[in-house]
């Protein structure tokens, strides 16, 4: 795990060397979907909770923008840039939102994203990924959760980008997180460890959302 001590490297490219060694885990809890359509309750609350008290004008804009990625989930769409930068619009309240054009920097510069021609295409071929077959929910929420912090593809806003792209894929199945606050945590780069941490835990959020609603039906 990273010390957090101050860093020169590409935080982007040590992302994306533990992405493709990391074991991703087999869940083998109790994957489920509801009866209904989900819910977007605990990603609500979530953001009611965090952000409310401080910023009440960006929580109602970010909170619209979860309900326009249930609707994307909701109706099958892809999860790609111009859909994440459609939701960052209202989050940002911009008239456009594009990819970043330079490094961007995080946890006050201790982590540097890196730039180059094709990262945004690589951006998009890590989000194309979440429909991997082969990989357990879990596990893909998870990797596309961390592939938006750490390419960090907008000038601000990105931890909330992540939060309603990790909402979008597990709405696209029909699965509902009633609490995900035990997902607020700081999140390295370079950490192999955390990031199927990260998987196992959404597992576990998983599991116990479908054991707290009703007429929940086993997935396989």
Not at 90 to 101: A, G, H, I, S, Y
Not at 177 to 200: F, K, N, S, Y
Not at 203 to 210: C, D, E, F, N
């Amino acid at each position: 795990m990273s010390s957090g001590t101050d860093r020169q490297n590409d935080a982007l490219a040590d992302w994306l060397c533990i992405r493709a060694e990391t074991a991703w885990p087999r869940w083998s809890g109790e994957p489920a979907v509801s009866a209904g359509p989900p819910t977007p309750d605990g990603f609500r609350n979530f953001f009611t909770t965090t952000r409310g008290g401080r910023d009440p004008e960006g929580t109602t804009r970010v909170l619209t923008a979860l309900d326009a990625a249930f609707i994307d989930a909701q109706q099958g769409a892809r999860l790609t840039f111009p859909v994440m930068a459609n939701w960052q619009r209202t989050v940002l309240n911009r008239k456009t939102v594009d990819f970043r054009t330079m490094p961007a920097f995080a946890k006050g510069g201790r982590e540097r994203y890196g730039l180059g021609p094709d990262t945004l295409a690589q951006f998009e071929r890590c989000l194309a990924e979440s429909t991997s077959p082969g990989v357990l929910l879990p596990s893909r929420a998870a990797r596309t959760y961390l592939d938006v912090l750490f390419f960090h593809p907008f000038e601000d806003g990105n931890a909330r980008a992540a939060m309603l792209a990790l909402a979008f894929v597990m709405a696209r199945e029909g699965v509902s997180l009633l609490d995900v606050h035990p997902l607020q945590t700081t999140r390295w780069a370079d950490d192999a460890d955390g990031a199927a941490d990260l998987a196992m835990l959404l597992g576990i959020l998983v599991t116990a959302a479908a054991r707290r609603l009703p007429h929940g039906s086993r997935s396989s």
